[in-house]
Structures are given as C-alpha cells and as structure tokens.
C-alpha cells in the first residue's frame, strides 16, 4: 500500500513562490505516472501537471506552464511541485496523484483523476492580492 504525504502549503502574496513536496511511503514510485492535480472551493479537480516515472517529458496545464516545476528526488522517494510567480487563482488545495496500474512502458501521464489509484490528503496554498 502506498501512502502519499504533500506538504509546504501556506498563504503567500500575490507574485510569490512555493514548493509543495510529495512523499511516498510503502513503496518506491517506479514505473508509476505522477500526478499534480488542485480543488479549488466550488470548483472540480484540476489537472496541475504530471510525469511517467519510467521517462517520458512532464506535462503542464496551461495555466500554471511557464511559473510552475514538478522535479523529483529518486533517493528520497519524493516529488515536487515548485510554484513561482503566484496569482490568487492559484488558491486550492493541492494534491499529489499515482497511477500504479498503468503499464511500465507507458510515457505519458493522466490529465483527468481516474486513472490515479493514490492520492494524498491534500495541502492548502492561499495567494493573497
């Protein structure tokens, strides 16, 4: 069983940065899609960004491509979600997403919540104006 722990959430102003982090536990990421994906109150899950962690090229929605990051840390078994020049519809709650299931020779990733069979509990980023 794999347990995702996101952190680093928090309110920041309006042009500033955060990084969320994303730790897994029970089990090494390999061969897994990867998924960033934010609820913003009243909204639907939307897709942040995401990568295969067997290779392939990281994706971005269009809104976040440009001021957003997603690296990884393979001895730490961690993903992150660097987020720069803020906007206040940036404010959701963030949530990191595994796709254990899909084949190991899979290279793209999963823009819609389904196919993600781990999610973490979520954390909170606010950006003031």
């Given at each position: 069983?794999?347990?995702?722990?996101?952190?680093?959430?928090?309110?920041?102003?309006?042009?500033?940065?955060?990084?969320?982090?994303?730790a897994a536990s029970?089990?090494?990421?390999?061969?897994?899609?990867?998924?960033?994906?934010?609820?913003?109150?009243?909204?639907?899950?939307?897709?942040?960004?995401?990568?295969?962690?067997?290779?392939?090229?990281?994706?971005?929605?269009?809104?976040?491509?440009?001021?957003?990051?997603?690296?990884?840390?393979?001895?730490?078994?961690?993903?992150?979600?660097?987020?720069?020049?803020?906007?206040?519809?940036?404010?959701?709650?963030?949530?990191?997403?595994?796709?254990?299931?899909?084949?190991?020779?899979?290279?793209?990733?999963?823009?819609?919540?389904?196919?993600?069979?781990?999610?973490?509990?979520?954390?909170?980023?606010?950006?003031?104006?």
């Open positions: 069983q794999v347990q995702l722990v996101e952190s680093g959430g928090g309110l920041v102003q309006a042009g500033g940065s955060l990084r969320l982090s994303c029970g089990r090494t990421f390999n061969n897994y899609v990867m998924g960033w994906f934010r609820q913003a109150p009243g909204k639907e899950r939307e897709f942040v960004g995401g990568f295969s962690w067997s290779g392939g090229v990281t994706y971005y929605a269009d809104s976040v491509k440009g001021r957003f990051t997603i690296s990884r840390d393979d001895a730490r078994n961690t993903v992150y979600l660097e987020m720069n020049s803020l906007k206040p519809e940036d404010t959701a709650v963030y949530y990191c997403a595994a796709d254990s299931r899909s084949s190991r020779f899979f290279r793209g990733v999963h823009t819609t919540t389904s196919p993600y069979n781990y999610w973490g509990q979520g954390t909170q980023v606010t950006v003031s104006s």
